[in-house]
């Protein structure tokens, strides 16, 4: 019996390394970084936010990184990395922390390379998802939307919301879906179009189907629904809120 627990806290204990791993490597949008790619990546952008950590991260702070990876999506001037740091075995990109400084007992440590800026600035909020975007927007003046929203559209949004007269609204809702015809991603696609279908909407019924809406989007969310249908509602949702000059 005992030789059978040991076995089951084996399986137990790979299943769990697998799963951390399984998440580490699925942190969409974030791009991992090593000794050789840094420097040739790294300054190809106004801003990237690189996050030091152990080779397969988890936990909380990564669940967050990997929020704000998802959001970064949106801006292109924005690279969000991560540099996974290994003291054993060929000790794995440990120049690059001692490069800048980084200690293990310090994991994980985030932070921010500036265009045109000699030195990094060290992240030192309160590692959330809006903590990092605070951060981000207030030491490089760059766009980080919610998960799910695209910059081009919120800039156009942030321009029919702040318009009263039809035909400028018009002219923008011709802007948006002039936008969304130059997309190429699939899945970048359904969002532009969700984006068009809300302007259409507000321009038939005005700026309150942006209230109604939001209320009855939340109310599917709250509901039994799949997790597929769950992932657009919430896409839908932050959409929603680029209309209602939520910050960003």
């Not at 800026?117 to 975007?133: A, S």
Request: net charge negative.
């Amino acid at each position: 019996m005992k030789g059978l627990e040991k076995s089951v806290v084996l399986l137990l204990a790979v299943l769990g390394a697998s799963l951390r791993l399984s998440d580490a490597i699925n942190a969409k949008g974030c791009t991992p970084l090593d000794s050789w790619t840094f420097d040739k990546i790294i300054p190809k952008f106004k801003a990237a936010i690189v996050k030091f950590d152990i080779a397969y991260p988890y936990g909380k702070k990564h669940d967050e990184y990997t929020k704000l990876s998802a959001a970064g999506r949106g801006s292109p001037e924005l690279l969000v990395a991560e540099v996974g740091v290994k003291d054993y075995g060929d000790n794995e990109n440990m120049d690059l922390a001692e490069r800048f400084g980084v200690k293990k007992d310090d994991f994980p440590v985030v932070k921010l390379f500036v265009n045109g800026k000699d030195e990094p600035v060290d992240f030192d909020g309160e590692f959330t998802d809006e903590g990092l975007k605070k951060f981000i927007r207030r030491h490089a003046a760059i766009y980080i939307g919610l998960e799910g929203c695209l910059e081009v559209f919120d800039r156009i949004v942030d321009k029919y919301m702040a318009s009263e007269k039809s035909t400028e609204r018009k002219d923008l809702l011709r802007q948006a879906e002039d936008e969304w015809d130059k997309i190429k991603s699939p899945s970048d696609q359904q969002i532009a179009e969700t984006y068009v279908k809300i302007m259409r909407r507000v321009l038939e019924k005005g700026n309150e189907f942006i209230s109604t809406e939001t209320t009855r989007v939340k109310g599917l969310l709250d509901g039994k629904i799949t997790k597929e249908k769950k992932e657009e509602m919430q896409g839908k949702l932050n959409i929603l809120k680029s209309f209602s000059h939520d910050e960003l």
